[in-house]
């Protein structure tokens, strides 16, 4: 089963527009995803809509993150790529009258329930503004290690 990386790819882009010093077009960030453009612009959309993101048409238009990054959590853009499913276990739903099927469905259907609360609760602790300083402090040690390197 493919796993949903929906979250992960547009906090990738938000990353990328976060660091860059001018709009970037949907081709461009469809090349940093190994995708297309026609993706970015419909994913980016709904992001827009939020007032997350906006976008330029012409020459130097692109997008641009609009928002103020600590203001914007993890969680905001979870619930704006659609909130998509966490786990890809589910139930056995094949005898519904079974009165084992319904123990084990209830039991995991709990279980399943308060992993994604704590999931969701966490995504609200973390802002964008902490995920960008995390890139640039290893962005900072990368460099230090790169240039370390060439001078050994």
Known sequence: MRRDSRLSS???LLLHMAHSER???SEELAGFLHTNAVL?????AGLRERGYVGSGKGHGGGW???ADLRQVSLRDIYEAVGAPTVFAMGNRVDNPACLVEK????SLASAFD???ALLVKRLGEVSL???SERFNAQYAQHLGEHH?????
């Open 10 to 12: 547009i906090l990738h």
């Open 23 to 25: 709009p970037l077009t």
């Open 40 to 44: 970015v612009r419909r994913t980016l």
């Open 64 to 66: 641009v993150i609009t």
């Open 103 to 106: 123990v084990v469905n209830q």
């Open 114 to 116: 308060e992993a994604e």
């Open 129 to 131: 503004a902490e995920l």
């Open 148 to 152: 370390a390197h060439q001078h050994t």
